[in-house]
């Protein structure tokens, strides 16, 4: 198949067919064709009740792929995705296992038609275990691993959004996957199934606070160690405006400026960071000094001090921050503000090649780009098998 000599990126040439699911599989993708893999999203004929109130065209997950409506219940259907395998050089679902098998495009069906394809799975409970057919979303993948009573105050825990389970411990992870399985294709001309279970990566996730566990250096409770706001110099505080600021001065030098600023170098309670006894204390003389001046002018106050200090910004003002601004770390793309491709590359960068595609936008496009005679594009949309919007 032809390269389009307008993409760029580390990935470019490679191809991918993605089975439309939700925020994992979706993730995964993006990720691939940002960085110049050909990714085309097939998509169900019509939308499903278990998708999110998100329209299509603005949902940033689903970015720079083109949309292929198919009814996967149509046995033509799943012929036209299995010629497609033959001409891919990966896959990726996201649906619950043994769903794929049903359809007939399971592993084994979609790797009999091109042997090197890579079949990248993502899942919660992972394709086996006693969980496995188990309904859950992200808060109950992490809910097994620790990372989920792990986060939040020390009253009860709270969910870090979703972004340890579906983002770093999901889609990233099967992204990761794939492009491990595809390297290796490379080399043996044979693909592999790649099993990225949720549940998994969250765990993966939790590697260093296990290690400090393991040393006894973290306490199995909240609000009590050093990365989960229960030292009082890694922990987030609140301004007289009603706005937030953070702190993570670890290191004694980053710790000294930080109490510096503060005006509590000389003071006896400041003068042991690293005694958990003294926390509580030393975070209620924080909380009461901080409360005394607005967000702007503590930034002012610590410009320059080397003390590891950052203003907390909302979602609408994260894109204008002025460090964000110089290096790009967000975009307008068709009038969607969404963060910029990442990671960087110096020679063959990632790029928004074109915002979210509405559901079937280039059925007939990319099928015949992809090898199938009009004729049989025709028939399968005449059929209801296919859809072009």
């Known amino acids: 198949m032809a390269v389009d000599e307008g993409v760029s990126g580390p990935l470019k040439g490679v191809r991918i067919i993605e089975i439309a699911s939700l925020a994992p599989g979706p993730f ?23 998708s999110p109130p998100l329209d299509y065209d ?67 409970w992972g394709q086996d275990g006693p969980l ?62 790649v099993d990225a279970a949720m549940i998994d990566g969250a765990a993966v996730n939790m590697a260093l606070t296990y290690s400090m566990f393991n040393a006894g250096l973290w306490r199995d409770r909240r609000e009590a160690n050093l990365v989960d706001g229960g030292a009082p110099f890694y922990r987030v505080y609140k301004t007289s405006d009603d706005r937030f600021v953070c702190v993570g001065a670890i290191e004694p030098k980053f ?37 005394t001046r607005t967000r702007a002018e503590w930034e002012q106050a610590f410009e320059g001090a080397e003390a590891c200090f950052a203003a907390v910004h909302t979602l609408a003002e994260a894109p204008g921050a002025p460090h964000n601004a110089h290096r790009g770390t967000f975009a307008r793309t068709d009038d969607l503000v969404q963060p910029s491709p990442a990671p960087r590359f110096s020679r063959t960068p990632g790029a928004i090649n074109h915002g979210p595609r509405i559901l079937g936008a280039d059925t007939r496009s990319v099928l ?22």
């Not at 996957?177 to 592999?192: D, H, P, T």
């Open 28 to 50: 995964c993708a993006m990720m691939l064709a940002d960085m110049g893999a050909e990714v085309i999203r097939i998509d169900r004929t019509q939308a499903s009740d278990e």
């Open 58 to 124: 603005k949902n940033i997950l689903n970015r720079n792929r083109r949309s292929v409506a198919l009814d996967l219940k149509n046995s033509a259907a799943v012929d036209v995705i299995l010629d497609l395998c033959r001409r891919a050089d990966g896959l990726i679902e996201g649906f619950r296992p043994g769903v794929m098998e049903r359809l007939g495009l399971g592993p084994s069906q979609c790797m009999a038609a091109n042997e090197a394809l890579v079949y990248g799975r993502i899942t919660g």
């Open 132 to 193: 496995a057919q188990t309904a859950g979303h992200d808060i109950n993948y992490i809910a097994l691993t620790g990372a989920l009573h792990a986060t939040g105050p020390a009253e009860r825990p709270v969910p870090p959004l979703n972004l340890v389970g579906d983002f770093a411990g999901g889609g990233m992870l099967l992204a990761f996957g794939l492009v491990c399985a595809l390297f290796e294709a490379n080399r043996s001309g044979k693909g592999q199934i």
């Open 255 to 291: 710790y000294f400026n930080f109490i510096g600023v503060l005006g509590l170098s000389d003071e006896a309670l400041f003068a042991s960071p690293n005694n958990p006894a003294n926390w509580p204390e030393m975070i209620d003389r924080l909380d009461a000094i901080f409360a």
């Open 368 to 389: 015949s780009a992809w090898g199938v005679s009009d004729e049989e594009i025709n028939r399968l949309i005449e059929s209801g098998a296919a859809v072009q919007s």
